[in-house]
């Protein structure tokens, strides 16, 4: 695909734009029009009114990719696309969806080719409301440090016939060339992986009314709210019964001038996000970004006559999957656990797989190999893994490690990141079929040279002093100073696996069993408290740490490293075991793993029961990001809760949707077919 973006000249610079674009085309009648597009960030495409598809840019800079659209067209159609941009200077933590609002298309009809280029017309939106103090205050009107912006549309000013052939565009502005997008992007390529699927519509059931001194009243499945009295408040509460992600529509009436406004949460904990004037007739609301909630309020704002809802549906969206086949459980709680994981890997399975679907949408690198196992064992799916072992390899940094997130450029560096990022490539090779082809094997080399680079006299890795690197392993007080256990297990795990990669392409791979070899027995002297029969969390300053943790033993178990495996696994899982215990989701799921692996079922399942069966206990419908299961019975995963990693930070908004924690999923489906 030939590239050439084009912006709004006046736009460029500034953030959260909703920008229109237009351009009408001629073709013999009959023809077939192909259209490929790529648009920073997100993207509706019509053809005279008619919504063909949509789509985001989950990609790095220097690999874009499109989107490809096919129709029957009329001798004379109009193209329009609404592209939506959160700007590139606005401080976002993720670094994710950032940089200049442009579009790119090609379209082919005709035998001709037409690329992107001036003769497109275009203009901001002019329903659409950017909150001009933002350039003052970068969190004016934000949903978050790590989202976008609150959607606010006055649809008096709304009109759609600039989607059809024949509207009057002369006054709006010529397309220009973007500069600064045709030197940041490379030239887009056919995308890897399917984009997400309609699954299904769902609707929500009001479970509250509140007057706030107005009124309102459901009436068969209409909505009455009465905002007359001035400050009155009127709103319902629906819900969607379980999580949801997709988009919204929503059929009203109401006085001209008078607002709706909507609010979402994943529990009743809820943000009001996006509001409407309304234009005093019948009309249809949608808001233009993906929701990820549970519950939603619909709230009025004025007006003499009531506010009336006739209808609120949600398209349900995820990367299109079907089961391999129906597994069914005599346990009743291991086929809750089960569907629910399936459930949140379906919600977290996008454009890339997601971390988070309201927080933030990155395509962490453990969360993605965590998935991708779901994805393999009970999906038989392996594209969007690939896409992201792909996406991963194009965004290694030059001194070979690995980065932390993406799809795009993301600085934070995470050491045992690094290591499961071998893991997953030997996984996916494994489910694939697939060779190990040249990227894979040159981000590999490159990988295990600033591994080596960072190494101690013994071989192992050596934390101290590497500035800027976040040693993650579970959100837990782990001691992680010098040589920290669990990593190095880490590296000798990733030293085989990138042994038995190399052997499988017939490539000399001697050297790294050998490194492995002597790791494992620096790991053993090192590390291994005899006296306590347990991991220390570290050796650093020339001696043990003295806490010795389940994560670290855990660690040793799971990679192979432990000499005497039996006995350990009896302390770790002892009642009285006094050391830190595991509380992040995807090592429970790599622990649990393990346990099936050893057919240490009954343990297994205690484990399940305490960890994933209480959250469904405590009303959970996909797994949460974190969960202690210490807290108090009625406690959820909540800013001012210790269930979340994030404690006492309100500007940190809390996952309820979290995918991390549905790798349970693939060991149930191993063990079940074992």
């Not at 499961?420 to 094997?441: N, P, Q």
């Not at 620096?522 to 006296?531: G, H, K, L, S, Y």
């Not at 399942?605 to 069966?613: A, E, P, Q």
């Not at 299961?629 to 909540?638: E, H, L, N």
Request: glycine residues 8%; hydrophobic residues 35%; contains cysteine.
């Amino acid at each position: 695909m030939e590239k050439n973006w084009i912006c709004h000249a006046e736009s460029q610079g500034k953030s959260n734009l909703l920008l229109q674009f237009r351009r009408e085309f001629e073709a013999p009648r009959g023809q077939e029009a192909v259209v490929r597009i790529h648009a920073n960030q997100q993207y509706k495409l019509y053809l005279d009114g008619a919504l063909q598809g949509r789509g985001i840019a989950p990609s790095c800079f220097a690999y874009p990719y499109y989107y490809e659209y096919r129709f029957a067209c009329p001798e004379k159609f109009c193209l329009g696309v609404l592209v939506y941009g959160v700007g590139e200077d606005i401080p976002l933590v993720t670094e994710q969806n950032k940089g200049p609002v442009c579009l790119n298309m090609e379209v082919c009809v005709g035998g001709k080719r037409y690329v992107t280029d001036e003769s497109w017309r275009c203009r901001p939106d002019p329903a659409y409301f950017r909150d001009t103090m933002s350039s003052l205050d970068p969190m004016a009107n934000r949903i978050s440090a790590w989202g976008g912006f609150k959607e606010i549309y006055d649809t008096c000013l709304q009109d759609d016939s600039w989607l059809q052939v024949g509207y009057d565009d002369s006054y709006w502005q010529s397309a220009q060339a973007c500069q600064r997008a045709n030197e940041l992007y490379g030239f887009p390529s056919a995308a890897e992986a399917p984009a997400p699927v309609l699954a299904e519509k769902v609707f929500p059931s009001v479970i509250q009314t509140d007057a706030n001194l107005g009124r309102a009243k459901v009436r068969g499945k209409r909505l009455f709210l009465y905002a007359e009295h001035p400050g009155s408040f009127p709103a319902a509460l629906f819900d969607f019964g379980r999580e949801a992600v997709g988009y919204l529509t929503l059929r009203v009436r109401g006085e001209r001038g008078s607002s709706l406004s909507l609010w979402y949460g994943e529990s009743l904990d809820m943000l009001r996000t996006d509001t409407f004037l309304l234009n005093g007739q019948e009309q249809i609301l949608k808001p233009f970004q993906r929701k990820a909630l549970r519950y939603m309020k619909i709230s009025a704002n004025g007006g003499g006559v009531p506010s009336v809802v006739d209808e609120v549906e949600l398209d349900l969206t995820h990367f299109p999957l079907e089961e391999r086949e129906k597994l069914h459980f005599e346990d009743t709680l291991l086929q809750k656990v089960y569907d629910v994981s399936l459930y949140t890997t379906k919600l977290a399975s996008q454009y890339h797989f997601e971390d988070s679907v309201y927080r933030e949408q990155m395509q962490w690198l453990l969360d993605s190999r965590i998935m991708s196992l779901v994805h393999y064992e009970c999906f038989g799916e392996t594209r969007l893994a690939e896409k992201a072992v792909r996406q991963f390899c194009r965004t290694q940094r030059e001194d070979g490690s690995i980065r932390a997130a993406g799809p795009q450029e993301c600085e934070q560096l995470l050491p045992d990141f690094c290591l499961h990022f071998v893991s997953m490539v030997e996984e996916f090779l494994h489910y694939s079929g697939k060779r190990a082809d040249a990227e894979i094997l040159q981000t590999l080399e490159k990988l295990f040279g600033w591994l080596r680079a960072n190494e101690n006299a013994e071989g192992m890795l050596d934390v101290d002093g590497k500035a800027g690197w976040w040693c993650f392993l579970d959100w837990a007080p782990l001691d992680k100073r010098g040589c920290v256990t669990a990593l190095n297990c880490l590296y000798y795990r990733a030293l085989q696996s990138y042994a038995r990669i190399l052997a499988g392409e017939g490539l000399p791979c001697g050297e790294w069993q050998k490194k492995a070899h002597t790791l494992r027995k620096n790991i053993n002297e090192r590390m291994f408290d005899a006296q306590k029969g347990l991991y220390c969390d570290c050796f650093a300053e020339g001696r043990q740490s003295a806490s010795c943790s389940q994560q670290s033993g855990m660690y040793a178990l799971i990679c192979g490293v432990a000499e005497e495996p039996e006995p350990l696994l009896e302390k770790l899982c002892a009642e009285e075991f006094a050391g830190v215990r595991i509380n992040g989701a995807f090592l429970m799921c790599l622990s649990v793993d393990y346990l099936l692996e050893k057919g240490c079922i009954a343990r297994a399942k205690r484990w399940i029961d305490r960890y994933w069966g209480e959250m469904l206990r405590r009303g959970a419908t996909t797994w949460w990001e974190t969960f202690d299961m210490s807290t108090p019975p009625a406690s959820v995963p909540y800013a001012y809760s210790k269930n979340n990693a994030t404690y006492l930070h309100e500007y940190i908004p809390v996952s309820y949707c979290h995918a991390w924690g549905a790798g349970i999923a693939y060991s149930l489906a191993r063990a079940k077919r074992a």
